[in-house]
């Protein structure tokens, strides 16, 4: 059964004073029912998570609250999506059998916690409606010291043909068909032992700036007189294509996604300064999108001004249907990370979260996690009070499957006490290994409004039981719907609920019993 308690009225955070100030200063946005909105969980040195090594049962629990209350907060803040660091740097946040545990978890490399972090992740993300996407990071496999540490357990041990060292740092080589094989390896065993929602590719690309040294001995093997820069793209882009469609034939509804370069390449008018991801790190996100092997890129857009518009509206120009969703670098906003720069202001994040929606853009994603636990700058109070005010859904992977479930039916409403108790038979999908889930609305008009996000109580409910307990502050709720939605974001037609609940008062609340059948 799930079980949610819906708190209509949040806790005040802040003075009533700042409160006011806040809405005079920034409105609340109407909101958008679908809508990316992500964050990604920095697992390298605990950035983000985790901040105690599980070293006995007792660490073991606060490391894994630590995570529980990060995913309340975001939650909280109606937060969809979670990228979660799964690879970090040749090691990983899961019991593998290709790469050993990152030492984050334990304070040793290889270390296991006792338990698996990336499975307690997607339940609990699960838990609270929100998607967990595997973050992977493809290509660096860390400094000198880092990759002695691991031992023969390193990529660069096992398999050194498909690796290489630059300025320091050893990578996987973008040259070597190994390296596309190795990739594939990594991703069969997360997508097939485990319930991600997504993959997100990070550091897919040449390091910076490398020099025709960096792979000579490849260029003469394979180049076979190919523009060296145009070689260098293709390479990236095969191993790309071959990731998505391992996947793909895995589980087709997992989402697909890299984090390339906030900037494609120079625009007329608009310089990149030297940074970009065709000409610098030869990806060539625009390409995978138009080839249809990516679902989704969420370009590091860690730029303001006209660093950031220009660029994140050729994104979305030439994204093919595809979803964009710009990180956004509200790191900027902590004096602490940002010194010896110009300290951004709330307003140039506010400005840019407003461009996304008014270019129709898919959403965004913030790094890092940290700094929306912080409330730098009042940045979570922002989102929670004014952009993210009630709860969204992910957008569709139309291109995939664009075929809803089937409406639920047998909609069952009993009135017990406080609690309204909902209940439905399974709807069906067109794909037979993709299980819907559930989308619970509530109104006071009927037919209850789906159209509109202020009625969600509830989002991707797993099983066919809903609980709503009614507070005490609020007027009751007195018709309910249901929708069905599947694993690529199709939903159903609503059942409604034909009869209201008619509750007087509160005392009734607490001494009615009642039940409806639709």
């Known amino acids: ?181 190795y990739l594939a390896s990594l991703v069969r065993e997360v997508v097939t032992k485990y319930d991600v929602d997504g993959v997100q590719f990070d550091y897919l690309r040449y390091p910076d700036h490398v020099s025709n040294k960096f792979d000579a001995l490849q260029y003469a093997r394979y180049g076979k007189g190919e523009d060296r820069e145009e070689w260098r793209r293709n390479n990236i882009t095969t191993i790309v ?28 008018g608009y310089s990149s300064y030297g940074f970009n991801a065709y000409h610098v790190v030869y990806q060539d996100p625009q390409k995978w999108m138009k080839e249809g092997i990516q679902d ?78 912080k409330n730098v700058q009042q940045i979570a109070d922002i989102l929670e009070l004014s952009y993210y005010s009630t709860p969204a859904l992910t957008p569709s992977m139309h291109w995939m499957d664009s075929i809803p479930p089937s409406t639920p039916i047998g909609l069952q409403i009993n009135r017990i006490g406080m609690s309204t108790q909902l209940a439905w038979s399974p709807s069906t999908d067109n794909d037979e290994n993709n299980q819907p889930q559930y989308i619970v609305y509530g109104a006071n008009s009927w037919p209850v409004d789906t159209n509109d996000p202020g009625n969600i109580l509830a989002i991707k409910v797993a099983g066919h039981q809903y609980i709503y307990n009614n507070d005490l502050n609020l007027p009751s709720l007195r018709y309910f719907a249901v929708t069905a939605v599947d694993r690529y974001g199709n939903e159903s037609a609503p059942a409604q609920m034909l009869k209201p609940v008619v509750i007087t008062n509160h005392f009734d609340l607490l001494t009615s019993k009642l039940s409806y059948h639709e």
């Not at 609340?28 to 809508?35: A, D, G, L, M, R």
């Not at 998607?131 to 493809?138: K, L, N, R, S």
């Not at 730029?303 to 050729?314: E, G, I, L, S």
């Not at 461009?355 to 965004?364: D, L, Q, S, T, V």
Request: include cysteine; aromatic fraction near 12%.
């Open 1 to 181: 059964m799930y079980i949610c308690i819906i708190m209509k009225m949040k806790k005040m955070k802040k003075s009533i004073l700042f409160t006011l100030l806040l809405f005079l200063s920034i409105a609340v946005w109407s909101q958008n029912k679908t809508e990316i909105r992500a964050a990604w969980l920095t697992g390298i040195y605990g950035l983000d998570w985790p901040h105690t090594h599980a070293v006995s049962e007792s660490s073991q629990r606060r490391q894994q609250q630590e995570l529980c209350d990060i995913l309340d907060n975001l939650q909280r803040m109606n937060f969809n999506v979670i990228i979660f660091q799964t690879r970090i740097r040749g090691d990983v946040a899961y019991p593998s059998n290709i790469e050993p545990f990152n030492e984050v978890y334990t304070g040793r490399e290889g270390g296991n916690p006792g338990y698996d972090p990336l499975a307690f992740a997607i339940q609990e993300c699960h838990k609270r409606g929100m998607e967990c996407h595997a973050w992977m990071v493809a290509m660096p496999l860390g400094k000198r010291m880092h990759v002695a540490s691991l031992k023969q357990a390193s990529i660069v041990k096992k398999e050194p043909s498909i690796t290489c060292s630059w300025g320091g740092e050893y990578y996987l080589n973008p040259a070597v068909p190994g390296t596309s094989r």
């Open 241 to 268: 294509r071959t990731l998505y469609k391992e996947i793909k034939s895995i589980k087709p509804w997992v989402k697909v996604s890299t984090c390339p370069i906030g900037k494609y390449r120079d625009l007329q």
């Open 296 to 373: 989704i890129i969420f370009p590091m857009m860690y730029f303001r001004d006209n660093n950031f518009y220009p660029f994140a509206r050729d994104w979305q120009d030439h994204s093919y249907g595809r979803s964009v969703a710009p990180g956004l670098g509200i790191y900027f906003m902590d004096a602490n990370e940002n010194k010896g720069a110009k300290l951004w202001r709330l307003s140039d994040i506010n400005d840019e979260i407003k461009f996304i929606r008014e270019n129709k853009m898919a959403g965004a994603c913030y790094f890092r996690t940290s700094y929306l636990m």
